[in-house]
C-alpha cells in the first residue's frame, strides 16, 4: 500500500531524498515524499521553478548546509538526464541515483560507458504516470498512485535496486523489472507513437473550419487530449528512442496505405454515371468494406487489450449516462445521490457541447449495477440518457 495519505505505513525509502528537476514529474514525486514524511532536497537550474516547487511544499532547496541525500532522482528533460546523473553520482559517492525520464537505453549506456563504477550505484527508472501539462504548477502528489513504474537494474547492485523499487512502491506505484531495450519498445507502442498520433490529428485541425469543429464530440477530445503535450520534451523523448518509434510508424504508414488504397476507389460521386449504374460505392469499390472493416476489426482486438484501471485485467464497465444542468452543485448532487444508491463510481467523464445549457456525465459502474443506478437516479429526478 502507499505510504500517502497512510500516516502508520511503513515507509521503506530511506532519506533524504534529493529531487533534481521541479517540474511535473520532479514535483509530484517530492510532494509524495514530503506528505509521507521523508525528507526532501530540492534542485533546478531554473530558479523560478525551483522558488515554486518549495512554495507548494515540495521540499527545501538544497544549498552546502543540507545533509548528503541517501536516493537522488533525476527528474529533468531526457536529453540532459545523463549528464546530471553521471554529475550526481560524482558528487554523492554513497548516493543511489535514479532517473525518471521516459527513453533509458540512451541514458544507460551513456552513465555505464562513463560512470565507471560509480554506475552500480545507477539504476533508470520510468514511472507511467504523466500528464499533457509540464512544470511544478500541474504536479499531484497522487500522480503515481496504482501505476506502473518500471526499474532497469542490468548492472546496478541489488540494494541500488531495491531503494528504487521502494521509492516506487511508497509513492503507490508498482515497481515492473524491464531490460532498456523492452522498456523503448513497450513505451514507443503504449506512449511515443500514441503521443505523435494525436498530434497528426490534432495537426489537421489547425485548418478545419470553426463551425465544424463546434461539432466535435467527445471521441475528438478523447483522441486529441495529449496532443496538448509540451513540444519541447516531447521533441528529446522521440528523438531519444527514435529507432523503436519509426519501427512503429512505418508499420502505422503500411496499415495507413492499404486504408487508403482499399477506400480510395469508393470516391466516387453521386452523379457519376457508374455510381448511377451500380446505386452504391461498395460495389464499384470492392475492396472498400473490407479494408475498413479488416482495420476496424484488429483496432476493436487491440483495443480490448488494454489493461483496465489499476492496470488490471482488462474489465468492461457499464456506462450510464445523465444530463447534468450547467449550474453550481449538480454534479456534487449527482454524485451524493449516486453514493446514496449504493453504487461505486469506477471512472468519469463529462461530455460538453458549446452553447448547450446542460452537460452528459457519463459514470462507469459494475455491469451489475447499472440498472439499479438508472433506476434509483431517475426515480430522483435526473435525466438517465438510455444509449
Ligand atoms: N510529463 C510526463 O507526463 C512524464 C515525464 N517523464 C519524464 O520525466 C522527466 C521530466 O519531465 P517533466 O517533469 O514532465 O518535465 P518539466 O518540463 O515539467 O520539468 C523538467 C524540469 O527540469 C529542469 N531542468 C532542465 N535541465 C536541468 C538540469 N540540467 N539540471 C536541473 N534541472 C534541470 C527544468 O527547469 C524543469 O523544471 C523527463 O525526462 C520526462 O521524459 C516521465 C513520465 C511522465
Ligand atoms: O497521459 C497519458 O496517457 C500518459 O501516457 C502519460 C505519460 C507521458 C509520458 C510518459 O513518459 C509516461 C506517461
Known amino acids: 500500500m502507499s505510504a ?51 512554495d507548494m511544499g515540495a521540499g527545501q532547496v538544497r544549498d552546502e548546509h543540507s545533509p548528503e541525500p541517501a536516493l537522488i532522482v533525476v527528474a529533468t528533460p531526457p536529453d540532459v538526464a545523463a549528464g546530471v546523473v553521471l554529475r550526481e553520482l560524482d558528487a554523492h559517492p554513497d548516493a543511489v541515483v535514479t532517473d525518471v525520464a521516459s527513453v533509458k537505453a540512451r541514458i544507460a549506456a551513456e552513465v555505464r560507458r562513463h ?17 499533457e501539462r509540464s512544470g511544478a504548477g500541474a504536479a499531484d502528489s497522487d500522480l503515481f498512485a496504482g501505476r ?10 541489488p540494494e541500488a535496486e531495491l531503494a528504487v523499487r521502494n521509492l516506487a512502491v511508497d509513492v503507490g506505484a508498482t515497481p515492473v523489472r524491464m531490460t532498456a531495450a523492452e522498456h523503448d519498445a513497450a513505451v ?25 469543429l463546434g461539432l466535435a464530440g467527445q471521441g475528438l477530445r478523447d483522441t486529441t487530449r495529449i496532443a496538448a503535450s509540451d513540444p519541447r520534451l516531447w521533441s528529446a523523448i522521440v528523438v531519444g528512442n527514435a529507432g523503436p518509434v519509426a519501427d512503429m510508424l512505418r508499420q502505422l504508414r503500411g496499415d495507413l496505405d492499404r486504408l487508403i488504397d482499399g477506400i480510395a476507389p469508393a470516391a466516387v460521386s453521386p452523379d457519376d454515371p457508374a455510381y448511377t449504374a451500380a446505386g452504391d460505392a461498395a460495389t464499384i469499390a470492392p475492396g472498400a468494406v473490407g479494408a475498413i472493416t479488416d482495420l476496424m476489426t484488429r483496432g476493436n482486438a487491440g483495443q480490448a487489450r488494454i489493461p483496465g484501471k489499476h492496470g488490471g485485467a482488462p474489465r468492461r464497465y457499464a456506462q ?11 454534479l456534487g448532487r449527482l454524485f451524493s445521490d449516486v453514493g446514496e444508491a449504493g453504487v461505486n463510481i469506477e471512472d468519469f467523464a463529462m461530455e460538453h457541447s458549446p452553447g448547450q445549457s446542460a452537460g452528459l456525465a457519463m459514470l462507469s459502474v459494475m455491469p451489475a449495477a447499472a440498472q439499479g443506478l438508472e433506476e434509483a ?10 444509449s
Open 188 to 212: 514507443a507502442a503504449v506512449s511515443h507513437v500514441p503521443q505523435l498520433v494525436s498530434s497528426l490529428l490534432a495537426a489537421r485541425l489547425e485548418t478545419t473550419p470553426e463551425n465544424a
Open 115 to 131: 560512470g565507471g563504477w560509480d554506475a552500480r550505484r545507477y539504476v533508470g527508472s520510468h514511472p507511467m504516470a504523466g500528464r
Open 320 to 330: 450510464v449516462q445523465v444530463l447534468v444542468p450547467d449550474s453550481a452543485g449538480s
Open 377 to 386: 437516479l431517475d426515480a430522483r429526478g435526473w435525466r438517465v440518457v438510455v
Open 148 to 157: 506502473p513504474w518500471v526499474v532497469i537494474a542490468d548492472g546496478a547492485t
Open 4 to 54: 500517502i495519505g497512510n500516516p502508520s505505513a511503513v515507509l521503506s525509502t530511506r532519506g533524504p531524498v534529493l529531487v533534481v528537476g521541479t517540474g511535473l514529474l520532479g514535483t509530484s514525486l517530492a510532494l509524495a515524499l514530503t506528505a509521507a514524511g521523508v525528507p526532501v532536497q530540492l534542485s533546478d537550474t531554473s530558479p523560478t521553478s525551483l522558488a515554486l516547487a518549495r
